[in-house]
């Protein structure tokens, strides 16, 4: 967990993302899937929000919500958001009773300038399967996917392939979906896709943009933090 804790400077940053990079593997190394998370963070003033949200799989039935509000040190960076994110959202899964077998983060996996966003960024310090799922790209071209469910046109940077745009519904923009970590771009692209349920979003990532969107809402109210969420 070095680095992820405490505010660093950026060429601390640069040289931790760049060992981080190395470690990453974009094979699947999982097995079966029965249970799924949706990671997500929001920030009310200071204070940063880290909102899991555990489902079934393939049914995507909610089984466990958990969040953790604390205070966040790092500034956002566009390239270094894992600084600012991670400590919020391992701590929010370590609460979780029914661990997953694979994440779903919303940010960059490998498609990020030195190949460490932060769905890479958590897989590799977690150990686990994660996909990136994001609303923009960060880096990298391409061409607009056909207006069709399921159609994907190749993230392209630096002469490689880091990711694909997912069309997830016609007449709605494409997310830009890449592997984190111990999976491959095929299977990412193809489970975010079964993920989705009507929605732009795969359902886990929708699922906890929601949660974090609603303990914001009881920060606003209450006006200070409520602490650790009870499980579900």
């Not at 994660?130 to 399921?150: F, H, N, Q």
Request: charged content about 25%; glycine content about 10%.
């Amino acid at each position: 967990m070095a680095g992820s804790r405490n505010s660093l400077d950026l060429s601390s940053a640069r040289a931790l993302q760049e060992e981080l990079a190395r470690r990453v593997r974009t094979e699947w190394r999982g097995g079966r899937l029965r249970r799924v998370a949706g990671l997500d963070a929001s920030y009310w003033g200071e204070m940063g929000i880290g909102a899991a949200v555990v489902m079934s799989w393939p049914a995507l039935e909610v089984l466990e919500e958990r969040w953790v509000v604390q205070e966040v040190s790092f500034p956002y960076i566009p390239g270094y958001l894992s600084f600012r994110e991670v400590p919020l959202l391992e701590d929010a899964l370590k609460g979780v009773r029914q661990p997953p077998d694979l994440l779903f983060v919303d940010g960059q996996g490998i498609a990020h300038p030195r190949g460490i966003g932060l769905a890479s960024h958590l897989g590799v310090l977690l150990g686990m399967p994660t996909i990136g799922c994001a609303k923009e790209p960060l880096v990298g071209s391409g061409e607009e996917p056909e207006d069709r469910r399921g159609a994907i046109s190749p993230l392209c940077y630096r002469e490689r392939v880091v990711g694909v745009a997912l069309r997830t519904k016609p007449g709605v923009k494409p997310i830009y979906v890449s592997p984190g970590h111990l999976i491959d771009l095929d299977r990412s692209w193809r489970v975010a896709l079964e993920a989705t349920r009507g929605y732009r979003l795969p359902e886990p990532v929708r699922r906890a943009h929601l949660l974090a969107q609603r303990v914001r809402r009881l920060l606003e109210a209450a006006g200070r933090p409520p602490g650790l969420c009870p499980p579900r």
